[in-house]
């Protein structure tokens, strides 16, 4: 409870005190900070935190990336076409998912999240947490029994390397390619990762 | 030349104005800049540049990498080991020298060259051009004549991104395995950028 009481639930700076205590939790205590806490710090009534942001994902989402980048994203809905991708195809379609996002939202959203999250050890923390536990260690466990979450965290080294080579160090060949172009070259190596033998 | 004059060939400045010329060079003209340029702008002959640096490798891994990453390295001499890597298990090789190279100079050092090139626009065309190019690019020419400089950048792709998970996110998995563990994993996806047949 804030000294100041808790905000009405049509208060207009509630839903922006919510993401407030929320990227600061998230930073705090990493994706899986307490809601509870965050409606606590924020000083509303934890139904109000459900009612802006049905899961914890939006929340994470628009609280600390969406902040991050400076723009509203579809990165939820992505991330759930993710997790229920079919093994058939499945580094391709991860590769032209990712480029695709982030080709629409702009080059220059996928460098303001990394430089957010090298700058920033209490952000890296979330970031990581969201992309490696939420997005894809469910798709890597649902695949593959066999060491899911190193699955997962060898896509991720994949994919944050082709972003960074992309949209950050301008690579030209790199930069050239479409999503198509690039998940023909890059999706074995991630198929690998998900589905493979790994020594 | 400088209003002041040139530096005696034995003035104790004379290294470190190069060096400062030379960080200012390679941030505006990128990884060609003119030597010839950097010892008007130090005020020094041009021979005493060649004299402290015997070739451009040097002085670039000193001015800008080593600068950035606040310590003297060995870069210059595991480039060229790279140049000379036999196709035989050259992914596996790739990896084994990036990551033990960085784990050897400390896990601050690769995060603290990446930061500054994240952060510089002026800084990541000579760090990317000097990977790309100087040390990928005589690798792939040697061993694939098809499209070589698209294959130097896929292998800068996963070597960056797994360098950012392992130093700087810190993911799990890839932290705790070895650079040999990690060149069992990761290798068989550079060999295929480097040899494989390409899309």
């Known amino acids: 409870m804030t000294p100041r009481g808790r905000r009405p639930a049509g208060s207009p700076d509630a839903r922006a005190a919510i993401l407030v205590a929320a990227r600061a939790a998230f930073a705090r205590e990493g994706y899986r900070a307490s809601l509870r806490g965050v409606a606590r710090d924020a000083g509303v009534d934890p139904a109000l935190v459900h009612h802006y942001f049905p899961d914890r994902e939006q929340l994470f989402v628009e609280a600390v990336i969406s902040t991050a980048a400076g723009a509203p994203v579809a990165l939820a809905q992505r991330a759930a076409l993710v997790r229920t991708l079919p093994a058939q195809g499945v580094g391709a379609a991860l590769v032209r998912l990712f480029v695709s996002l982030w080709d629409e939202m702009g080059a220059d959203r996928f460098m303001a999240v990394v430089r957010a999250a090298l700058e920033n050890e209490l952000i890296i923390n979330p970031v990581r947490d969201f992309v490696v536990t939420a997005v894809l260690g469910p798709l890597t466990r649902r695949l ?33 390619l479409d999503a198509e172009g690039l998940a023909a070259l890059v999706g074995p190596s991630i198929e690998r ?6 020594p």
């Open 193 to 198: 990762y998900v589905l493979g033998d790994l």
């Open 144 to 176: 593959s029994p066999d060491r899911p979450a190193l699955r997962a965290q060898l896509v991720a080294t994949q994919l944050i390397g082709l972003g960074i080579a992309r949209w950050g160090a301008r690579m030209g060949e790199i930069a050239a």
